[in-house]
């Protein structure tokens, strides 16, 4: 129990000083600003030993930002400025013990302000953007091998940031449920997850709803002789019903591969997917399928 602070400093993308000529003509790639990013949070954990769990509350805030002092665009023969935006979300999270292996959870982000400046075509002047959301659920942890969570999401249409959770995504709405089996020792698990979300309000007059769904499940084993393998099936999908702007569209993946393992630390896997997508937003239904075979070695030394 206790309570505790803690920040992180990181750049995941150094400033790129390249000259225009080298991009337009050697291949180069794109110059452009630092990427930053810089966050704080506090937390408060209380241990309850009616349940072996604790209760907690913590405060989050992470600013996200090109740097536009990073390089100089003119200095690089650039005849326009480069745009760059800011990110700051600041957010609550808790979790309460409700039964021994189950927490209520949730987060909301009260606070979300991103900048954007510089942007095409013009590449002048600036706008915001502001929203907010979170999500609230139950998970369970019994603790021999077993995880499930249930979770409600809902985003506002201005939200933004660069680094947020996959299904933090703006103006959408909905239900998240993952589940985890493994049994013994981590050798073999079994994973399923299904997302469904909706826009929180239509993109423009007349059009119904955009609805988004995900349902994945895989399956992984090892055995004690080194081989070992995995099966994994993906169908997503996107569509909008109504006479106006309808469409619909899926892609679905199969992944299938087997392995060999010399020791823990070195392996060589092959590996097949297939990948059909369809989609009719264009008018006419377009359909592709790909194939692909691949193998990889793995060593730690």
């Given amino acids: ?13 150094r400033a790129r000083a ?19 990013t810089a966050g704080l949070e506090t937390k408060w954990r209380m241990h309850m030993p009616r349940f072996g769990r604790a209760l907690s509350a913590g405060a ?4 996200s ?25 600041l957010s609550f999270t808790g979790e309460v013990p409700v039964a021994r292996h189950a927490v209520l959870r949730g987060e909301y982000a009260a606070l979300n302000r991103a900048e954007f400046h510089n942007q095409p075509p013009d590449f002048e002047g600036s706008f915001d953007r502001n929203g907010n959301g979170g999500y609230a659920g139950v ?16 985003i506002g249409r201005g939200f933004h940031s660069p680094f947020a959770a996959m299904s933090y995504q703006s103006g959408r709405r909905g239900i998240r449920i993952s589940s985890r089996l493994s049994y013994p020792d981590e050798r ?14 239509p993109e423009g007059p007349g059009l119904e709803k955009r609805e988004w769904s995900v349902f994945g499940a895989s399956i992984d084993a090892d055995f004690g002789s080194g081989l070992g393998g995995g099966l994994a099936y993906i169908d997503e999908g996107s569509r909008r019903d109504g006479d106006a ?12 591969g087997a392995r060999f393992r010399f020791n823990r630390a070195s392996y060589v896997q092959g590996q097949y997917q ?25 060593a730690v030394f």
Avoid: Q
């Fill in 1 to 13: 129990g206790g309570l505790y602070a803690r920040a992180f400093y990181a750049m995941p993308r």
């Fill in 139 to 154: 998970a369970i942890d019994h603790g021999s091998g077993f995880l499930a969570a249930c979770d409600y999401v809902e």
């Fill in 18 to 36: 390249v000259r225009r000529v080298e991009t337009e003509f050697g291949g180069e790639e794109a110059a452009a600003y630092s990427l930053e």
């Fill in 274 to 298: 297939r990948i059909d997508n369809a989609d009719d937003s264009s008018g006419s239904r377009l359909e592709s399928e790909t194939e692909m075979f691949s193998v990889y070695v793995g």
């Fill in 65 to 89: 930002w090109e740097n536009p002092r990073s390089i100089d665009p003119v200095a690089l023969e650039y005849d326009y400025p480069f745009e760059w935006h800011r990110s700051t979300v």
């Fill in 245 to 256: 702007g309808r469409f619909d569209a899926a892609r679905r993946s199969l992944t299938a």
């Fill in 188 to 201: 073999s698990a079994f994973s399923i997850f299904y997302k469904r979300l909706g826009e929180t309000g």
């Fill in 60 to 63: 989050h805030m992470v600013v």
